[in-house]
């Protein structure tokens, strides 16, 4: 039986909540969001708090039932303060630079490269080196953050490459017989 998921859920004075079937939409000072509500699932809004019921006691219902709670809980979260993703650029040269929706990088590549950040999400550079993307939707920040990564994932010798703000790499020692003889 979830324990999270039968608590009910507040939400601030600020942020509108409609239910329309099995679909459902949040409205707050930063933006709105809507998403479809898995099915074995039944949303309850009361005054000020929405309780996540379900309609069976299977185990996807069971499951289901946590997940559609945290997926709401940070679609309030993302209306009303929003989410950001912090990365970091170490390299010889690695730069970043933000024009419009367009991310200008230097990867040591012999092209620059130029991602495209999707509607809804935004992007500022802090010292050509840390990237902050943020935005409305946790996924939509995370999977951006996570491509922007990919274009040149940290390499464990020297360090060299994208990674998270709150990431250790794992740095592994090089060639060791060089220095014998």
Do not use: C, W
């Not at 979830?2 to 009910?8: D, I, M, Q, T």
């Not at 998403?35 to 309609?55: C, F, W």
């Not at 902050?132 to 360090?159: F, H």
Request: no cysteine; hydrophobic share 35%; proline share 5%.
């Amino acid at each position: 039986m979830s324990r999270l998921g039968k608590v009910p859920l507040p939400f601030p004075t600020g942020v509108v909540v409609k239910i329309d079937g099995d679909s459902v939409s949040v409205k707050g000072p930063k933006g709105e969001l809507s998403e479809k509500v898995m099915t074995g699932v039944k949303l309850e809004l009361g005054d000020g708090s929405i309780l996540v019921n379900r309609t069976g006691d299977s185990a996807a219902e069971r499951s289901a039932q946590g997940l559609v709670r945290r997926l709401v809980a940070n679609m309030i979260q993302g209306v009303q303060e929003g989410f950001s993703k912090t990365l970091e650029i170490s390299g010889v040269g690695y730069r970043a630079d933000v024009k419009g929706n367009l991310v200008h990088l230097s990867l040591g590549y012999s092209h620059p490269i130029i991602y495209q950040l999707p509607e809804g999400v935004t992007a500022s550079v802090d010292k050509q080196t840390v990237i902050t993307v943020s935005g409305v939707s946790r996924q939509l920040v995370g999977e951006v953050a996570a491509n922007i990564r990919k274009l040149r994932p940290p390499e464990p010798y020297k360090g060299k490459g994208i990674r998270y703000s709150d990431e250790r790499i794992r740095r592994k020692a090089g060639k060791a017989g060089v220095a014998a003889g």
